[in-house]
């Protein structure tokens, strides 16, 4: 659909959505029909999705979990019971056939049928978690014989999760999310040198803060369980895994939704797993973001959801596009997604589409039938009402098999020369990958580093620490960083102290570097390489801190964002007199929430530099932070970081400070606060189209247009070149989308086309009440419903028994007038600041 709704001002909501099918004992209220059945669950053009099979919840559970065995039948496990066989019946109308598998067995996520057996990782009740083998032993096509052959300290939604045979047929990779102890690995393609990587002490948010590295991972293990290999870390909770048709791993990892508002917070997105990746997630505020050098980063951010199965259309009879997307479930949001992957260097890049949405519909594992080419789908999970769709292509587009994207396949081999390092110490490895350090390819650099780290550190130390290209020396260099030395959190005493003489080189090393040769992303990873060098290699002496002061203070601030981020973190960690001022000038000055959170949080452990006016600046602020909204933890967040920033002041200041730090204010939405600005006038569509045409002709205040983007809310939902928040899709690239007419139409005229994907409800009571918004939580009771975007923690609780009928909203979420209080002028910056067009200060030029 043209219309920017589609992906500019709909608005998704804070928390995980827990999305509940109606129990059967609610059947005179609501019905399974109206539930299951696919009048509310819209598809993509030419597709069609039909409701196969209902599952009895009383006495098969609720499903969340399935394969394909060798005779085209289905095996699903019930979250919280056994493991069932399903027959598709041969002709249309015939009845789905369900059998029960006669084994102590179950609580499984994830199912694979490969190697004559079939394997479940067991990741909830009783019995020990972990990987089991069933087999039949006898040919009488029953599975007669279990057997664990690994157990893993892993449990609840975040332990044990799908399999996925390798592309090679001799080896299966499993998926393991962040609440789980790394089982014992009898080799690595990452390297054993992990570390949360602050430079400043971790803000605890309350919620895992005991938990560390290396988080969410995947592995390889042989057929019988014994040889297990770690293949990538630092991810949250991905839920499935998919190899495409040239053998590139991907998975689609969870975001942590409590984070929602703050700058740590990280989206759902696609990852491409490849050899030894490290994508750093750790808890609270230690998550690194995308553009740290040893992170490997995102195909593609998708936005707040529940990652459930993942895989690729291959075997579908579907038009090549949609055989070749890789097909994402999302369970809270009741959405699949096809993620159309392009060759990008020896990595990808991804385009996002909705294939189906459906509320509620709480997706829990797709695969392709290779009987008849569909796509089936259960649903289901925490307790839901299960079923079990198919979907079917109806249009005329040739459905004949699509060949392999082999674009840039020379690329991907070399990265795979260089992974073939991985894991073990070659003499020819230094050499071989030393010139791939510096290669504008960031797969490839970070293949390179990979392979050096696995190397004998003496073959390539003074290498690294002479090297004069500057490419090659921040990564050489971070790898040596990474290798010598760990942080705190991961420092055993059986571990050697940190090198005085060694950070003394590597700092020396780095500052031999010119600042003004480089661009800016080089310039963000020499900062991260700064950054680790004091991380690893221990605090620096008196006269290094001085010499480091003196390099770091005249560059802050930069005016870019990242760029600043870092900056001020190392001026504060060096206890640098001009942190406190310049950081605190540039928290003044940040237009978005995350930017002020960011900030805010570093500056709790500066101890120097202070003066009363300053402290009393950065007191007030949190005052106004209390208008902010976000996920669970947020308030908790800053109430902590304020606790620790007051735990640093002497008991004077604290008498001084004290009717600042004892006050607070009343809470305002950004609802509120928009309603506050004056109106200036109701802008119609058909005259502002021309006249923000006319004057985007000439020069534009795009620094203006920023501060407007926050002004009128647009940064509370939305990021846009680095800045502003997540819980909406990324604007980055909207000036390549859309047109100047389908982006005023959409924020003046909201409700004129509302995308299925984001469309609200209406829930009419029995007494006559109407409840619009969309469904925030289900129970077999109860709807919670957030009524106002603005405030999305806060839902309406419905009893079910008290509704008369649900049907769609003809009213968008996105509330009009934004525009009403901004000049015609202004509405030009802030057009033109979106459309990236102008000079080079536009932030689309930065």
């Not at 005329?396 to 390092?421: G, M, V, W």
């Not at 959190?489 to 005085?500: G, I, R, S």
Request: proline share 5%.
């Amino acid at each position: 659909m043209r219309h920017i709704i589609t992906t500019l001002f709909a608005i998704l909501f804070l928390g995980k959505i827990a999305v509940f099918a109606a129990e059967a004992d609610q059947a005179d209220t609501l019905t399974k029909a109206d539930l299951l059945g696919v009048a509310n669950i819209k598809v993509a053009k030419d597709f069609k999705i039909e409701l196969l099979y209902t599952v009895p919840r009383e006495t098969q559970g609720s499903w969340v979990a399935m394969c394909i065995d060798p005779k085209g039948r289905l095996i699903v496990s019930d979250q919280n019971g056994a493991l069932y066989r399903v027959t598709l019946p041969e002709t249309k109308g015939g009845a789905v056939k369900t059998e029960k598998i006669n084994l102590d067995v179950g609580f499984a996520h994830g199912l694979l049928w490969a190697f004559d057996s079939l394997y479940v990782a067991v990741n909830e009740g009783k019995m020990a978690h972990g990987i089991y083998r069933l087999r039949d032993t006898d040919g009488d096509d029953q599975l007669d014989k279990i057997e664990l052959l690994r157990k893993v300290e892993a449990s609840g939604e975040h332990g044990l999760h799908s399999m996925v045979p390798a592309p090679d047929g001799k080896s299966i990779y499993v998926v393991i999310g962040n609440n789980s102890s790394l089982t014992e690995m009898q080799a690595s393609r990452v390297p054993f040198d992990w570390s949360e990587d602050q430079l400043l002490p971790r803000l605890p948010t309350g919620f895992m803060d005991d938990s560390y590295a290396p988080q969410g991972h995947i592995a390889r293990f042989d057929p019988d369980g014994k040889n297990w290999e770690l293949i990538a870390m630092g991810m949250r909770n991905p839920f499935d895994i998919a190899f495409n048709n040239v053998g590139e791993l991907f998975t689609h990892d969870a975001d942590m939704e409590w984070d929602i508002g703050d700058p740590w917070y990280r989206p759902t997105r696609v990852n491409h797993i490849i050899s030894g990746a490290e994508f750093g997630f750790r808890n609270g505020d230690g998550k690194w973001p995308d553009y740290y050098v040893d992170s490997f980063g995102a195909v593609v951010n998708i936005g707040p959801g529940s990652p459930t199965g993942t895989t690729f259309g291959y075997g579908a009879k579907f038009p090549a596009k949609y055989q070749d997307a890789m097909f994402l479930a999302d369970w809270s949001f009741g959405k699949v997604r096809a993620v159309h992957l392009t060759p990008g260097g020896a990595s990808y890049t991804g385009e996002i589409e909705d294939f189906i949405n459906g509320q509620p519909f709480p997706i829990c594992d797709l695969v392709i039938n290779p009987r008849d080419g569909s796509m089936l789908m259960v649903v289901g999970g925490r307790g839901a009402q299960s079923a079990l769709y198919r979907v079917t292509y109806v249009g005329q587009e040739s459905t004949a098999p699509s060949p392999p994207d082999t674009r840039l396949q020379a690329q991907r081999d070399l990265r795979h020369k260089l992974e073939a390092f991985h894991g073990k110490k070659e003499p020819a490895a230094v050499k071989t990958v030393w010139p791939y350090l510096a290669d504008q390819d960031r797969a490839l650099r970070y293949a390179a580093r990979i392979a050096l780290e696995w190397q004998d550190v003496p073959q390539w130390r003074k290498k690294a620490l002479k090297e004069k290209d500057p490419r090659k020396a921040i990564e050489a260099l971070v790898a040596l960083a990474r290798v010598s030395g760990k942080d705190k959190t991961h420092h055993k005493e059986t571990d050697p102290a940190p090198d005085p003489a060694l950070r003394a080189k590597v700092l020396g090393a780095l500052d031999r570097i010119s600042w003004r040769s480089l661009s800016q992303s080089d310039r963000t990873d020499l900062l991260r390489a700064y950054s680790l060098a004091l991380i690893r290699l221990g605090s620096p002496d008196e006269t290094q801190r001085q010499h480091l002061i003196a390099r770091f203070d005249p560059l802050f601030p930069s005016k870019t964002t990242e760029l600043d981020e870092l900056l001020a973190r190392l001026l504060i960690y060096l206890e640098a007199p001009s942190a406190a001022p310049k950081t605190i000038a540039t928290l003044r000055g940040a237009l978005t929430q995350e930017e002020q959170v960011d900030y805010a949080v570093a500056l709790r452990t500066l101890k120097t530099g202070w003066t009363l006016a300053l402290r009393e600046e950065y007191f007030r602020w949190f005052l106004g932070a209390e208008n902010f909204r976000g996920g669970n933890t947020f308030a908790s967040s800053l109430r902590r970081a304020k606790t620790d920033a007051v735990g640093r002041l002497s008991e004077e200041e604290k008498a001084s400070l004290k009717p600042i730090l004892e006050a607070h204010v009343e809470r305002k939405s950004p609802r509120e606060a928009l309603a506050g600005r004056p109106l200036v006038r109701e802008w119609k569509l058909d005259e502002l189209v021309p006249k923000v045409q006319a004057g985007l002709t000439g020069g534009r205040n795009f620094e203006r247009g920023r501060q407007l983007y926050s002004g009128v809310a647009c940064s509370a939902c939305h990021r846009f070149v680095n800045e502003g928040g997540s819980v909406g899709p990324d604007l980055t690239g909207v000036a390549g989308r859309f047109s100047l007419h389908d982006l005023l139409e959409s924020i003046v005229e909201p409700s004129k086309i509302i995308s299925d994907q984001y469309e609200a409800i209406n829930i009419r009571m029995k007494n006559g009440d109407v409840i619009s918004g969309r469904v925030g939580n289900l129970s077999g009771s109860s709807i919670d419903v957030v009524e106002d975007m603005f405030d999305p923690g806060r839902m309406t609780n419905v009893r079910r028994a008290e509704i008369e009928s649900i049907a769609p909203s003809k009213v968008s979420m996105m509330p009009e007038g934004l525009l009403n209080s901004l000049q015609l002028d202004e509405i030009q910056d802030l057009v033109a600041f979106l459309l990236g067009r102008g000079d080079s200060k536009s932030p689309m030029f930065r």
